[in-house]
């Protein structure tokens, strides 16, 4: 082994062990929301989160920064990753072109509501976008895939928490009143197991939701559910081409320096390597070549990456910096969800 293969093998060694404590800690928080959210039938997402906020002071110990950063990046991007084994082609195909477009509006259009809003009520760009496109497309794992494409500032993991916190609240008692909605909607079952499959942010309350009213209704928001999330891809490769676009207008003709930042935090590439491996894992799942039993131990790692980068996420955010920001974001989440609700709701009723 040469000198400089020695050299590079003792850096790794060395940067490794530097991670060790804080994916520890990490770890440690996100079996403990595992454990509860096990037990109480609550989000582990949410309680990785409210616990990782209880013990933001662990952050602050140096000896931990370095794995709390990979544990909220890297195992990130890998979580979003494995996501595309959830979806197929044949969840296209199965609904429909007409409802394919229909949520494609309804992504769109949401979205937008959340930068309107935030405009509005003058609160930050990234936070009307947060939660604009965790409330459009799948919750608490959207607000973490965009908050993956966008700038580091300093805000944007607070942006973040409230945006978790925010959609995930309401996803709860979305999962509770909906079915109850439908039913005094008149709604049948494959109706209202759309609308609940467009409607609802997380999958785990969809799915909860669609079963607690039949077997009709919970295949129908399942798989509504499954092509909101598949349109996870495309707005992550339109926000990181917007992004990108900014940052080199704003540095002017020479575009190295704004694509250049510490740890490469501002630094976005025209197609993320997450967001290719989605792609390549939703074509690869299409073609019924992957077993059954795969597909299943790829959702479960990813949703054990995913508790673990948000445990990351609180660990890192300030609750004090959180309470700052006062009522508007909350107004801005409950506006949002109620008119995707309203859109959803307008559409079933103008085409059934």
Not at 49 to 70: N, P, V, Y
Not at 179 to 190: H, K, R, Y
Not at 218 to 223: C, M, R
């Amino acid at each position: 082994m040469s000198a400089a293969t020695q050299s590079a093998v003792r850096s790794a060694l060395v940067k490794a062990r530097a991670l060790v404590p804080g994916l520890l800690v990490t770890a440690l928080v996100a079996m403990a929301a595992a454990f509860l959210g096990s037990h109480y039938q609550g989000s582990m997402l949410l309680f990785a989160l409210l616990l990782g906020l209880a013990l933001h002071f662990i952050s602050e110990d140096l000896r931990c920064a370095a794995g709390i950063q990979f544990a909220s990046g890297t195992v990130l991007r890998l979580g979003v990753a494995l996501l595309g084994l959830r979806l197929t082609v044949g969840n296209v195909v199965e609904l429909g072109w007409h409802t394919v477009l229909a949520l494609l509006v309804a992504v769109a259009l949401t979205i937008a509501l959340g930068l309107l809003l935030a405009r509005m009520l003058r609160v930050e760009g990234s936070l009307g976008l947060l939660v604009g496109g965790a409330t459009a497309i799948c919750g608490a794992s959207a607000a973490l895939a965009i908050a993956s494409v966008l700038p580091k500032t300093p805000h944007l993991e607070r942006d973040t928490t409230l945006t978790i916190v925010g959609v995930t609240t309401l996803s709860t008692v979305a999962m509770v009143s909906y079915p109850l909605l439908t039913q005094w909607l008149g709604f049948d079952a494959v109706m209202a197991g759309k609308f609940i499959g467009a409607t609802i942010h997380d999958v785990a309350q969809v799915v909860g939701a669609g079963y607690s009213l039949s077997p009709a209704a919970g295949d129908a928001a399942t798989i509504t559910k499954l092509m909101r999330v598949a349109f996870l891809l495309p707005v992550l490769l339109v926000i990181s081409v917007v992004v990108r676009g900014r940052m080199l207008k704003a540095d002017g003709t020479d575009g190295n320096a704004a694509l250049a930042g510490a740890e490469g935090s501002n630094r976005t590439p025209l197609l993320p390597w997450f967001i290719a491996v989605f792609a390549g894992l939703l074509l690869l799942g299409s073609t019924g070549w992957v077993p059954a039993g795969v597909k299943d131990a790829a959702s479960n790692v990813s949703q054990a990456f995913l508790v673990l980068a948000i445990a990351a996420v609180g660990l890192k955010t300030s609750l004090r910096d959180v309470t700052q920001l006062g009522w508007r974001p909350v107004a801005m989440t409950v506006l949002v969800t109620v008119g995707l609700a309203g859109m959803t709701a307008a559409y079933i009723f103008v085409t059934r």
